[in-house]
């Protein structure tokens, strides 16, 4: 152990000394003070600083190189004591107190020894910990990547199980089921990403608690929390069976929709097409020239009792009509009818055959009464349908010019023809339709071929069946007259209104008169 008593007496007298502190060295104490005034005149005069600490430097070396070593810089190589004490145990003091300073340097050795330990180990605490946050943040720097687009994903199925759906089809809904099976099939992968996103922030935690270390907040980089995603995933649970509850039903609706379509469709291929059938026999019917007047009558009433005992089919559809009406069905694949295009053509054909019936009815008449033969009648309805191109029942105005003409009718395109062709285009057609027909076109015909007594002639058949009375009852007509020509008169005899009448008279005069076309009915 170095002398520390010897070590002060040689600090104090050096081999420079001169004996009693003056020359080259002097005492510590004198050092010090003297680098004291070092300090104080050091911007003073920074070269005398200079030159003093070059003259130390190479004292404290003298002493340090016979311990193998040397200073550089006193500032920084006695910074840390250690080569200071160096420096005191080659100096070989002769110090009284030597045990107690070596006592005491031993303690602040030690001191300085178990201050080394725990400035390692504060380091290494400090570094641990500093890797603990480190895998915290990047924890919840991970947690926050993967939770944010998640969180998104069920807000946008919440959306979706929420979204109200207008189907029209069975097609339709069951686009919808598949799509909704598709999205259930993604539900356990979605549950498992969920668990280890939690599993992220669990870890995090964990690592936190088991190091005592408090956290000073939530997760930086997300505000969405365990906590938000535990709410939402248990929201999207609930509503997943009331989707597949709701799609359900909407498909059991869809499908009883669909058999009310089939049902319609059904019964309205069948009316739609004899309803049209029908149409196209009545014309038919009216416009050839099989059999007598009276032939094509009782055909005629024929179908009007087909169509009659075919209502029940029309009253069914309209009450498959009104189930597809409740159930707020707007389309129907199955069928080109609709409701509507049924009812018009059930009008139409109603409409139709009465007024093909009335019109044979009035040809019979037109016949009896003008005494018109049936080959007379055929020739008639030949020269008509000839000119009636698209057999629609009336001749345009230039059809029944080409009529005329090949009938002889002086009615060609001059002056004289077109007045002529006026004069009976207003005979055949008093209300300016545009339409000549055949009803028209027989009276008119009729007109021209018969006597001018034709009118007094059928009068006189009245008066001789009414008992010479100026009136006739509808008891002597049907008595007198085939039961449908009866029918007929009476339904078209205006009341007479002569002094002689008694209840029921009927006006044949006025009749017969407008039946031969001298006034109107």
Excluded at 64 to 80: M, P
Excluded at 132 to 144: F, N, P, R, S
Excluded at 430 to 436: E, K, R, Y
Aim: aromatic share 8%.
């Amino acid at each position: 152990m170095v002398d520390y008593h010897a070590a002060n007496q040689s600090y104090q007298y050096g081999p420079s000394s001169g004996g009693n502190g003056a020359g080259g060295g002097g005492s510590m104490g004198d050092y010090m003070a003297q680098e004291d005034d070092w300090d104080r005149d050091l911007l003073l005069d920074p070269a005398w600083e200079k030159q003093q600490r070059k003259t130390f430097t190479a004292w404290c070396n003298s002493h340090l190189r016979k311990a193998g070593t040397q200073i550089e810089n006193i500032d920084e190589d006695f910074r840390d004591g250690l080569k200071l004490m160096l420096l005191l145990e080659v100096i070989e003091l002769d110090y009284y107190d030597s045990h107690n300073v070596n006592t005491r340097c031993q303690k602040i050795c030690d001191q300085w020894d178990a201050l080394g330990s725990l400035t390692h180990s504060r380091r290494e605490a400090l570094e641990k910990t500093e890797k603990q946050l480190e895998t915290i943040d990047q924890l919840h720097l991970e947690y926050a990547k993967r939770a944010a687009p998640f969180n998104n994903w069920m807000e946008s199925a919440m959306e979706d199980l929420q979204d109200m759906f207008i189907v029209h089809t069975i097609e339709e809904i069951e686009g919808l089921i598949s799509a909704h099976d598709q999205f259930k099939s993604t539900l356990p992968d979605a549950d498992r990403e969920r668990e280890a996103i939690l599993a992220i922030h669990k870890e995090a935690q964990r690592i936190a608690e088991s190091n005592h270390i408090k956290l000073s907040g939530s997760n930086p980089y997300t505000t969405v929390t365990p906590q938000i995603i535990n709410s939402k995933w248990e929201k999207v649970q609930q509503l997943v069976p009331k989707r597949d509850h709701a799609l359900l039903e909407e498909q059991s609706k869809q499908q009883s929709n669909e058999h009310l379509r089939r049902q319609f469709a059904s019964q309205a291929n069948i009316v739609g097409p004899w309803i049209q059938t029908k149409m196209e026999e009545i014309g038919r019917i009216s416009i050839e020239m099989n059999g007598t007047l009276e032939d094509q009558l009782s055909h005629l009433k024929q179908y009007e009792r087909s169509i009659v005992d075919y209502k029940p089919n029309l009253d069914l559809l309209e009450q498959q009509h009104q189930l597809i009406q409740e159930a707020l069905i707007f389309d129907n694949k199955h069928t080109n009818y609709t409701m509507e295009h049924i009812r018009v053509g059930w009008e139409q054909l109603l409409t139709t055959i009465a007024r093909t019936i009335n019109e044979v009815e009035n040809q019979i008449l037109t016949r009896d009464a003008k005494g018109i033969s049936q080959e007379q009648m055929q020739e008639f309805r030949a020269s008509f349908n000839h000119f009636d191109k698209d057999h629609g029942g009336a001749l345009g105005p230039e059809e029944f010019k080409a009529c005329l003409i090949s009938l002889g009718y002086d009615v060609e395109n001059d002056r004289q023809g077109d007045a002529e062709f006026n004069r009976i285009m207003s005979v055949v057609d008093p209300n300016h339709s545009g339409l000549v027909t055949f009803q028209a076109f027989i009276d008119f015909m009729s007109r021209e071929t018969t006597d001018t007594d034709t009118a007094d002639q059928v009068i006189a058949s009245f008066k001789v069946l009414a008992g010479d009375k100026n009136f006739i009852t509808a008891e002597e007509l049907r008595r007198e007259l085939p039961p449908d020509q009866a029918e007929y008169c009476i339904a078209r005899m205006a009341p007479y209104q002569g002094s002689d009448a008694v209840p029921g008279a009927l006006d044949y005069k006025s009749f017969s008169t407008a039946l031969y076309g001298e006034s109107d009915l």
